[in-house]
């Protein structure tokens, strides 16, 4: 079996030669840390939609409404794309709607695969250990920013190539694998100082958000695995 890197959701059409293959996406800042948060905290599904106008009809309809558009919090929305802002008391039990700059960008990109499931760092253990009792081919779609790469998504491709790998069941002897490989293996012993020379640090911090970097770049804080359903196009707990 094998594991893979897409850097760009531009790029995903060319990777999709095995319909098989579960997609993992991950948007470390903010967005599937953010689902893997609310859905850790009991929200009953997640639902990914790729625009202002959608995430305002939903908001109209009555549902609790979250995301933002260039780190932007929607003047409407009831949550930004802060993981600490869906707790338990505020989502338990309710369908929360989001809409992201890059992170619901990338699962409309991706919807119509076989499996689609969330991928964060706060979630990767959970994440590795589907993978490997499937026994089916990864592909890492990261969302970059507005299709451009980006550090930290990569490096959570890295990582999760590192430990499938190190398991013995996955190869990733593919170009971008290769180099989120490397990417992750230079910032593992320091990953905020590595993190700290990418762009995304810089729209964070512009906005009082370096904390909440920090948070996203933990390891198994919510162990959970979030799967996109197509047909409800709902994010739901397995």
């Known amino acids: 079996m094998k594991i893979d890197v897409c850097f760009s959701p531009i790029l995903y059409p060319y990777y999709v030669e095995n319909t098989d293959t579960i997609v993992v996406v991950v948007d470390i800042f903010r967005a599937t840390t953010t689902m893997c948060m609310a859905l850790n905290n009991g929200a009953a599904s997640i639902m990914p939609v790729a625009t202002v106008e959608e995430a305002k009809a939903y908001k109209e309809k009555g549902y609790l409404v979250g995301g933002e558009r260039n780190v932007v919090k929607f003047e409407f929305g009831d949550f930004g794309n802060t993981p600490s802002e869906y707790t338990r008391e505020k989502v338990e039990g309710k369908d929360v709607v989001i809409s992201t ?13 076989s499996c ?11 994440v590795a250990d589907f993978c490997l009792s499937q026994k089916k081919d990864v592909l890492v779609l990261c969302a970059g920013w507005k299709d451009k790469f980006n550090l930290e998504d990569s490096l959570f491709g890295g990582a999760l190539a590192e430990i499938l790998v190190d398991k013995g069941a996955y190869n990733a002897n593919f170009d971008a694998a290769g180099v989120a490989l490397s990417m992750w293996k230079e910032a593992k012993p320091d990953i905020l100082a590595y993190i700290k020379r990418g762009e995304h640090m810089k729209r964070l911090e512009a906005h009082g958000l370096l904390d909440v970097a920090d948070f996203c770049l933990q390891s198994d804080t919510t162990p959970v695995l979030p799967i996109y359903n197509k047909n409800t196009k709902k994010i739901s707990l397995q």
């Open 101 to 113: 700059t890059n992170g619901t960008h990338a699962i409309d990109m991706a919807e119509d695969c």
């Open 116 to 126: 689609l499931i969330i991928g964060s760092f706060s979630n990767i253990s959970t």
